[in-house]
């Protein structure tokens, strides 16, 4: 029995291997630049069991970042429900997403996906799957906000699509490597949006951890 149950999951340990390889070689490469024998010789497979897997190496960049967005949701679940409030889980957010934590999926591979995603209608529902589960997250929080009387907004659906809209930007500027972002000023940058967006009041910001 523990055999055949080895041999159920070996499949599955396979597929996830090679969507880790796929992470690796498309953030050093550039989607443009990997090949489907790249990610098979990282991953210690073939070529055939990589397309038998996802079929092409675009569905394999959307399934990688999958993986990772599944992993910092997962991360992010946790440790909303051990914030105190949320101001504090607003805060934890742009510092899990500028890098502090898991960053959401990875910066690199959203560029990817958000080039390809022009011209690409698979790409391009991707790409509109992702946000929407990232701005509802979002939502969630500033709702909660909202309803706890600590946030001020005509319009907390308005309002989350500017704020994420803002972590788009300077995401990108994050992933160019530009020399005047940082992890640290990515949140600061967002959080004062943030405060002026939602009427937080100065006694209620949270510490920096």
Do not use: C
Not at 15 to 42: C, K, M, N, P, Y
């Amino acid at each position: 029995m523990v055999i055949a149950a080895e041999r159920e999951r070996a499949p599955e340990g396979r597929r996830e291997r090679i969507l880790r390889a796929a992470v690796e070689v498309i953030r050093d490469r550039g989607f443009a630049g990997t090949r489907v024998s790249d990610i098979a010789q990282l991953a210690g497979t073939s070529q055939g069991l990589v397309l038998y897997h996802f079929g092409s190496l675009a569905e394999a960049l959307h399934q990688s970042i999958t993986l990772l967005e599944d992993e910092f949701y997962a991360e992010l679940e946790v440790d909303l429900r051990n914030a105190v409030g949320p101001v504090d889980r607003l805060r934890h957010m742009a510092e899990m997403a500028s890098g502090f934590g898991p960053a959401v999926g990875d910066w690199r591979l959203w560029l990817e996906l958000w080039v390809r995603a022009l011209h690409d209608d698979d790409a391009r529902q991707a790409r509109e799957s992702l946000d929407r589960r990232w701005r509802a997250a979002l939502n969630s929080v500033i709702s909660e906000g909202v309803a706890a009387g600590e946030f001020t907004t005509s319009s907390a659906a308005r309002s989350t699509l500017r704020l994420a809209a803002l972590m788009d930007g300077l995401a990108i500027q994050l992933a160019l490597e530009d020399p005047g972002m940082t992890p640290r000023k990515f949140t600061d940058l967002w959080w004062e949006a943030a405060v002026m967006e939602l009427g937080i009041a100065q006694a209620t910001r949270p510490r920096r951890r």
